[in-house]
């Protein structure tokens, strides 16, 4: 059994399909689906996600770095409104984005820590996106890290150093399709971690592995993540499977 810890199968790209994507997905032992927030556009039909596959998909409750503009403080009011009327799995995803625009950088920053600020009060966990980040989104962790703070660096594309930074502060790594990229480094970093630190993810609709690397993703493609990781690891897919899954199935406990 797999977990897709990150996922955005609300996306519009699966609008003509995404049963079908759940059954792909269950046809290749997936069966539980986190899904991230993004900002207010994607609430309702995250939220009918949950509706339709009940048991199966989970929703998040949280505002994006890239979705961090003018409006941040009434997206995060609004955010902070779902978070008392009903449970998250997760905050997210929140965190850092210095890859794109980088005039709300400052703002990024406040709408990370505020975010972190739920994860504690509500003891969820945080997933956070790091891209072009990573020290940084650690260093704020540091900052206010307490003993239920917990969560996942999803799409973890940093050195073996921060890897090392992510374990110690008990947090996860989010691995998906980049590391099935050959020139992205990440196989040669996985190689020397350990797996109790590491959860599956695919961020469908976005990141597909080899071999349909350039089309759209989905949550049954999770397979050659597996594959990859147990070839760099030199261990058998089901172990692969069975611990990242234990992984994850321990961080999101509180469902
Ligand atoms: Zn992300
Ligand atoms: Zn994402």
Not at 175 to 190: C, E, M, P
Request: glycine share 6%; aromatic share 10%.
């Amino acid at each position: 059994m797999l977990i897709d810890t990150h996922c955005h199968l609300y996306h519009e790209d699966f609008n003509e399909d995404r049963q079908k994507v759940i059954e792909r997905a269950a046809n290749e032992q997936v069966a539980g689906f986190y899904l991230p927030a993004i900002d207010s556009t994607v609430i309702d039909a995250m939220l009918q996600m949950e509706k339709d596959f009940p048991g199966r998909c989970f929703a998040m409750m949280g505002l994006h770095p890239c979705s961090v503009k003018e409006n941040y403080i009434d997206e995060l009011q609004l955010a902070e409104q779902w978070l008392t009327k009903r449970k998250f799995a997760a905050i997210g995803e929140t965190g850092l984005d210095f890859h794109w625009d980088k005039t709300f950088i400052p703002q990024q920053y406040e709408a990370f820590k505020k975010q972190i600020e739920w994860a504690k009060q509500y003891k969820i966990p945080v997933v956070i996106h790091s891209r072009q980040s990573t020290q940084e989104c650690i260093d704020v962790i540091k900052e206010m890290k307490d003993e239920n703070l917990n969560g996942i660096f999803h799409c973890f594309g940093g050195s073996v150093e921060e890897a090392l930074q992510i374990t110690a502060l008990g947090f996860y790594m989010g691995i998906g399709g980049v590391i099935t990229y050959k020139n992205s480094g990440l196989a040669a970093v996985i190689e020397k971690l350990p797996l109790d630190n590491i959860v599956l993810e695919t961020d469908a609709p976005y990141l597909t592995p080899v071999p349909f690397r350039g089309k759209r993703n989905e949550s049954a493609y999770l397979k050659y993540v597996v594959q990859k990781i147990a070839e760099v690891k030199k261990m058998r897919v089901e172990q692969v499977a069975e611990i990242t899954t234990l992984n994850a199935q321990k961080l999101f406990s509180s469902i």
